[in-house]
């Protein structure tokens, strides 16, 4: 009998008993996570439940009303003012993946990717295009730098969105429901993408629906309903044996339809 | 039919020194009124109360009041308080409140209709708020706001025809005077009317072709 190695690796994301209400409904419950660097835990749930409000508070798009939020060293305590110098760190830490882009329409495909490179990691024309290239090129997408995002398909538009936030070096990707807003021929183009970023070792939080995405390429499965965490463990084992009746009742709709 | 063009040709010489008067003014008051309005764009929902409580002053004013009446206020008006001004600075500034007023709300409607997503996108990249201001949300706002903004200028310069009741010597009160000194006032201000059709009709044009051209990729 072999044992795996165990590596205890520090979390990159961790948050604690978080929690936030929009006046009297109460969308996250004393949620607390932590995510070690270098793996990609999928977050499944009915809609309502919390998760992309989860995500959003992670970047203070959303703002907490209680709890803490540690990202790569920088610390957020709800309820206290957040300078606008850790805000922009922890955002350029976090790379941020919207259902819908959220590309700039008035830029090229080139300039989404190079402006906030210049603007927020004070990078030269020359040396912002060069990593956008790079990027770009790894996207399969070097053809379109001088489009403009609406000349391309949904699947290249997330794909130039993936590409802008890896862009600033984050030490963790925030995905929410990517492939949600397109077809699914296109979202495979996409979920190729979030694979290969995940077999490069990039730590992952994504909100998905994508049950085999979740299944084969999450480390960490964590099912949400009614503003809390339910259910968290290898993805293999809650999909096959889920502890919770509501996630069993989510599984069948998910699964059996 | 052929005196018609005769005296067209004899009216024309004054009429188109009316009509560069009535192009400096309408050029002047947008020169002005277009920054200040896009400072009241920002002023009318500021968090400061002092600039929010001018810009809102100044902006329903500005849009309450009838260009006529801002016209006469400065002309006739200011002197009882002590500022005197020639007829086409007093009509300037009347317009240039108006253009203010009206291109104001007109780029704020333009700024708020940026998709929020596209602010979040930018701040969620850590872009800052000043960042987000001038490189996302003035460039689309801008563009949103200039199909209107352009129908708005060519409704002033028709406006500016009512600077002839403070005296300023633009093409309309050049119409009346010629038409008083010659009783041609059927063939004078027909004139007149074609002049000022043949800058705003255009100018419509441009508008619209501005407009499809600019939104090309959007």
């Known amino acids: 009998m072999t044992l795996q190695p165990v590596t205890v690796t520090k979390p990159v994301v961790e ?3 978080l929690a936030k209400a929009y006046s009297d409904t109460v969308v996250l419950r004393d949620v607390c996570l932590s995510i070690p660097a ?15 409000t989860l995500l959003r508070c992670l970047n203070l798009l959303e703002q907490p009303d209680s709890g803490e939020i540690v990202i790569d060293g920088h610390r957020l305590t ?11 760190a922890l955002r350029r830490s976090a790379g941020m993946v919207f ?17 906030p490179q210049e603007r927020v ?24 730098a001088d489009q403009y995002p609406s000349r391309c398909s949904g699947g290249q538009q997330q794909r130039i969105a993936i590409a802008r936030a890896l862009a600033l070096d984050p030490r963790v990707m925030l995905f929410d429901e990517p492939t949600s807003s397109l077809d699914p021929e296109v979202g495979v183009e996409v979920l190729e993408v979030m694979k290969e970023l995940a077999a490069e070792g990039m730590t992952m939080i994504v909100v998905t629906h994508e049950m085999a995405f979740a299944a084969n390429v999450a480390d960490e499965l964590v099912v949400m309903a009614d503003g809390g965490i339910i259910e968290s463990g290898p993805p293999r084992q809650i999909l096959q044996d889920p502890q919770h009746e509501r996630t069993r009742r989510f599984l069948r709709a998910v699964l059996d339809r | 039919m052929n005196t018609f063009f005769e005296d067209f040709a004899t009216f024309a010489p004054a009429l188109v020194g009316g009509l560069r008067i009535s192009l400096l003014l309408t050029g002047a008051s947008l020169l002005f009124g277009l920054p200040i309005g896009l400072i009241f764009a920002f002023g009318v929902t500021a968090k400061n109360k002092i600039l929010r409580f001018v810009s809102v002053f100044f902006v329903e004013v500005g ?5 006529l009446v801002l016209l006469q206020l400065m002309y006739y008006g200011l002197p009882n308080a002590n500022i005197t001004l020639s007829s086409l600075a007093s009509a300037c500034l009347a317009l240039t409140w108006t253009t203010a007023a009206y291109s104001g709300e007109l780029i704020r409607g333009g700024l708020q209709a940026v998709p929020e997503g596209e602010i979040e996108g930018s701040e969620a990249l850590g872009m800052s708020r000043a960042d ?3 490189f996302v949300i003035i460039p689309q706002g801008m563009r949103i706001a200039l199909p209107s903004l352009m129908g708005f200028a060519v409704l002033l310069f028709q406006t500016t025809s009512l600077a002839y009741s403070v005296a300023v010597p633009e093409l309309m009160s050049q119409a009346y005077s010629t038409g008083s000194s010659t009783f041609k006032y059927l063939t004078v201000f027909i004139a007149a009317g074609l002049l000022y059709a043949a800058i705003s009709i255009p100018a419509t044009w441009l508008s619209v072709w501005l407009e499809k051209s600019m939104s090309k990729h959007l």
């Open chain 1, 15 to 17: 948050v604690r008993h």
């Open chain 1, 121 to 144: 990691l004070k990078k030269s024309r020359a040396e912002a295009n060069a990593k956008s290239m790079e990027l770009l090129t790894r996207m399969g997408l070097a053809d379109k």
């Open chain 1, 99 to 115: 259902q819908h882009f959220n590309l700039f329409p008035h830029l090229t495909v080139l300039r989404n990717v190079s402006l």
């Open chain 2, 132 to 134: 987000t201001m001038r």
């Open chain 1, 78 to 88: 709800a309820g206290e003012r957040v300078n606008p110098k850790d805000l922009a």
């Open chain 1, 38 to 52: 270098g793996t990609v835990t999928a977050m499944i749930g009915p809609s309502g439940a919390g998760k992309s």
């Open chain 2, 63 to 67: 849009r309450g009041a009838p260009a």
